[in-house]
């Protein structure tokens, strides 16, 4: 009686080591399918990066040149456009250096003078 339940232990001790080995392979696989996974995932990550950066480098250096073939904005010539009876003396206007002058009342003392006081 007592080989009986000792050998009916011995394969209940065999059944669970062999349940126990199919567990840790088991689990090796899973161990080594996540590592494939985070490996692939990591490839794929690197790789969008390296497309994303190609892309936008790309569209910046669209954008540069586009930029660069834009042409400066003229310069506003204030006295082509502003008509002469705005000046007291046309000729002490066009006398004056002209720069950049943005204010069409500032080409001459006289006028500037008159325009400040209709501000006022």
Same mark, same amino acid.
């Given at each position: =009686?007592?080989?009986?339940?000792?050998?009916?232990?011995?394969?209940?001790? =065999?059944?669970?080591?062999?349940?126990?080995?199919?567990?840790?392979?088991?689990?090796?696989? =899973?161990?080594?399918?996540?590592?494939?996974?985070?490996?692939?995932?990591?490839?794929?990550?690197?790789?969008? %990066?390296?497309?994303?950066?190609?892309?936008?480098? #790309?569209?910046?250096?669209?954008?540069?040149?586009? %930029?660069?073939?834009?042409?400066?904005?003229?310069?506003?010539?204030?006295?082509?456009?502003?008509? #002469?009876? %705005?000046?007291?003396?046309?000729?002490?206007?066009?006398?004056?250096?002209?720069? #950049?002058?943005?204010?069409?009342?500032?080409?001459?003392?006289?006028?500037?003078?008159?325009?400040?006081?209709?501000?006022?």
């Amino acid at each position: =009686m007592w080989a009986r339940i000792e050998l009916l232990n011995s394969q209940k001790l =065999m059944l669970e080591y062999e349940k126990y080995n199919e567990l840790q392979a088991k689990s090796q696989r =899973m161990q080594e399918d996540y590592e494939n996974q985070l490996r692939e995932l990591e490839k794929s990550k690197q790789g969008g %990066l390296e497309e994303l950066t190609e892309f936008y480098e #790309a569209k910046l250096r669209e954008t540069c040149l586009r %930029l660069e073939q834009v042409p400066p904005p003229p310069l506003p010539v204030i006295l082509d456009v502003w008509p #002469a009876k %705005l000046c007291c003396n046309l000729s002490t206007c066009l006398s004056v250096p002209f720069t #950049a002058v943005v204010c069409p009342f500032a080409r001459c003392a006289v006028c500037a003078r008159r325009h400040f006081k209709r501000i006022r």
